[in-house]
């Protein structure tokens, strides 16, 4: 019951997302993972192209064994316990579109989705039918790499590394709504979901057409049987106030429990900027950005510490967390925080991991 009551009070808007990212368990990510079973005996060069170029090289009779070991060890109940003491009240997960085990979207390539390890969806089951609500924890499914590859990062899975053929062919598209519609299907009755994703991170040469469109498909679809939150991601490069047409997309209360999704980091686009730049750039710029956006509540799906500049000295980097803080808790769809944490590296000092900046002291939540 409790669940239920934070989970309708989010979908509300009454409470705000305080969350961090699963990352790099049901999608791995080669960087963050590094002395992870998954990648024995895989080259860095393979590994950082992400799961499906690994088990490519690995085939079944190894990658299968290492990515169950890898998915196994890396997050476990305890990380979902080490969470809630943490004060979180959601996790978001990343997902692939293997997940579903089946393609029936009739493209040229139906059998890709047998390239990866098996069983990724027992794992996501347990997080969302056991761990999270045994801690009072909510589960917001992220869709992180969809078929043909959104953004051809390693975190998306590709097929053709460097290209985002997603958006490109029909068939793609046809398989991300099915694999959205069966998730959302799957887990509408459990107390602990929370909603989906719906795309994560769509970039390099996806149509800004076909994504409002696979939106407004996805949205119709699951609206026949599920209330779940919905986050919409506009294009990368569009993540910003002054978007007037993402302003616009989707509006309540023609369209409910919706939230427009940014991602917020000082790393790129920032190289050679200095410490006291940054803390005043997340200061003023990242908060009146919030402050200034008209459309659906913005929710800020990923933000770290980890920056362009060194913050060598533990006050500056204690101030530059504050600011940010500051900032996203002034989203009114709140925040998830990348990423939990790192493959055996719980104590350094690490602005990308939650669980080191938590330990470390320099997030006090």
């Known amino acids: ?24 368990w049901l999608v791995a990510e080669h960087w963050m993972t590094i002395g992870s079973p998954a990648w024995s005996g895989v080259s860095d060069d393979t590994a950082n192209k992400g799961e499906y170029q690994t088990m490519q090289y690995l085939g079944h009779s190894k990658g299968d064994y290492q990515f169950r070991q890898h998915r196994d060890s890396f997050i476990t109940e305890q990380d979902f316990r080490d969470i809630a003491v943490a004060r979180m009240n959601t996790v978001r997960i990343p997902v692939g579109y293997w997940i579903t085990g ?27 039918r056991e761990w999270a609500p045994r801690y009072n924890l909510l589960v917001l499914i992220s869709f992180h790499a969809a078929k043909g590859s959104q953004n051809g990062m390693d975190h998306s899975a590709p097929s ?5 053929h997603w958006g490109n062919y029909p068939e793609n598209v046809r398989n991300t709504l099915d694999a959205v ?28 057409s076909v994504l409002k469109q696979y939106y407004y498909d996805a949205y119709g679809r699951i609206r026949l049987f599920s209330d779940c939150l919905l986050s919409i991601s ?115 000092r690490n602005g990308w991991s939650l669980k080191s900046m938590i330990n470390r002291g320099f997030i006090r939540v």
């Open 1 to 24: 019951t409790l669940l239920i009551s934070l989970r309708e009070d989010i979908k509300s808007g009454r409470k705000p997302i305080r969350g961090v990212n699963l990352g790099g």
């Open 102 to 128: 089946f393609d029936n979207s009739g493209g040229g390539d139906p059998n890709a989705w047998q390239m990866f390890a098996p069983n990724a969806i027992g794992y996501l089951d347990r997080a969302i």
């Open 160 to 164: 053709d590394p460097g290209n985002s």
């Open 234 to 348: 506009p294009l990368l490069r569009q993540q910003g106030p002054y978007d007037s047409d993402w302003n616009n997309f989707m509006r309540w209360p023609s369209f409910y429990n919706l939230r427009h999704e940014w991602h917020r980091y000082q790393i790129w686009g920032f190289e050679g900027w200095d410490e006291n730049r940054l803390i005043a750039y997340a200061q003023n710029e990242l908060k009146n950005g919030i402050s200034q956006w008209t459309g659906n509540w913005i929710f800020i799906g990923e933000w770290c510490i980890a920056s362009s500049a060194a913050f060598s000295n533990d006050d500056d980097l204690h101030r530059f967390a504050d600011a940010q803080l500051a900032a996203f808790n002034s989203a009114p769809g709140g925040w998830t925080f990348w990423t939990w944490k790192f493959y055996n590296d719980d104590g350094s």
């Open 181 to 208: 519609e069966w998730l959302a299907r799957r887990y509408k009755d459990e107390a602990a979901f929370l909603g989906i994703g719906l795309l994560n991170e769509p970039s390099g040469t996806t149509p800004e």
